[in-house]
């Protein structure tokens, strides 16, 4: 909507909640109450016209009952509480999934719509005694962080004749990593062999046990200990270990920035499947070699934000 830059927005609060006050509700009448509010008139008209006492009676009856729906439109709103989780990162070309959980503070809340799209709002009855928790589907991102934009929150209920709605600034941005290219293969990612760096980590002989790190291989971890309910406990093998891979950007096929972070991306993903260490250069940055989800989360974040200035 056009007008909605100068209206009033609820906004969340550095936890992400966020609730719907009295003042930012805006309603007005659906078509169905424009044309309720028509039919009214017209059985006004002829109520006076004839002057017939029963029909004034079932005009205003039927006036009063659409009085009643604006408040109770509006109040189905008022109150509701909304919590903004967010979403996870994603690569280029896939949907985003924000998750928003809304509580209804204790009074059930039939037929709320809510979206970043006022085209293809998501239905969702809330009940009073538990939470709801909804996925909200945010497409056509590019590579970078993106606000997911103004959420739309409405209702039309208990009769459809008035529409209230509110907007609600979610502030959580929603990471989205390039789009994976084709497979390559980096210089040094064959396989090479040399001394274990640190003790324990060859691919040899079994030496021991040590406590788990964050960023240690999930094969390595000895799940048998760990289900004996001895801790969480990594192997330790002596020997030679596999060479780290550097990922470089001099190295990455493709003739545009857009297409070498897509390159990037493949050999990180690669990397990361095969459990080797790797290591990322870009002309921004150096990245030192290393393994895990924390270690990928990283590089492909950088790759995300290249170019910009969250990077």
Known sequence: MAFANWMRIERVSDSGEAEIGGRRIYILPTRYGVIYATLLFLMLLGAVNYGNNPAHLLTFLLAGLGSNAIHLTWRNLRGLRLHCEGAGPIFAGEDARFVINLDADGRERPAIQLGFDEEALSLVDVPGDRTRVRRLRVADLPRGLHAPGRLVVSTRYPLGLFRAWCYVDCEQPILVYPRPGPRWLPPGGTGEQIAGETEGS???????????????????????????????????????????????????????????????????????????SYGLITPARTIPPGSGQGHRHQCLRHLALYGTTDA
Do not use: C, M
């Not at 799940?223 to 990455?252: C, Q």
């Not at 297409?259 to 991306?265: D, E, G, N, V």
């Open 202 to 276: 060859g691919n040899e002989d079994f030496v021991g046990l040590r406590g788990y790190h964050p960023g240690d291989q999930p094969s390595r971890i000895d799940w048998k200990s760990y289900a004996r309910n001895r801790g969480l406990n990594t192997r330790l093998f002596s020997g030679l270990a596999a060479a780290p891979v550097w990922i470089d950007w001099r190295h990455a096929p493709g003739d545009d920035t857009e297409t070498r972070l897509s390159a990037l991306a493949r050999a990180v993903i690669d990397a990361d499947g095969q459990g080797r």
